[in-house]
Nanobody, 120 residues
């Protein structure tokens, strides 16, 4: 599966952005999906993940209550709604796909990343 992330940009603290990740292929519904991010000078970290049907979701403590992951299997797209953004959310955000949902970075497929910059 190939993944294409979009929706990043510059936003002020307290603002919102919605990231999208479109997948190619006809087997989207068989993949668990995740969002990860990597800030400058830091290691990549888990942000959110969603199971095959969308009924199971996981979040990093740092984004819980502010970010929402969702998926539309008919559109082969996974979303990350980001609200109440903080400067520390600034990072390149990556979407990833895997056979099983995971909060670790052991995903088989990765998108190219989209930059989110939150100004104070």
């Amino acid at each position: 599966v190939q993944l294409q992330a979009s929706g990043g940009g510059l936003v002020q603290a307290g603002g919102s952005l919605r990231l999208s990740c479109a997948a190619s292929g006809r087997t989207f519904s068989t993949y668990a999906l995740g969002w990860f991010r990597q800030a400058p000078g830091k290691e990549r970290e888990f942000v959110a993940a969603i199971g095959l049907s969308g009924g199971t979701t996981y979040y990093a403590d740092s984004v819980k209550g502010r970010f929402t992951i969702s998926r539309n299997n008919a559109k082969s797209t996974v979303y990350l709604q980001m609200n109440s953004l903080k400067p520390e959310d600034t990072a390149v955000y990556y979407c990833a796909a895997n056979g099983v949902v995971s909060t670790f970075g052991d995903y088989n497929y990765w998108g190219q990343g989209t930059l989110v910059t939150v100004s104070s």
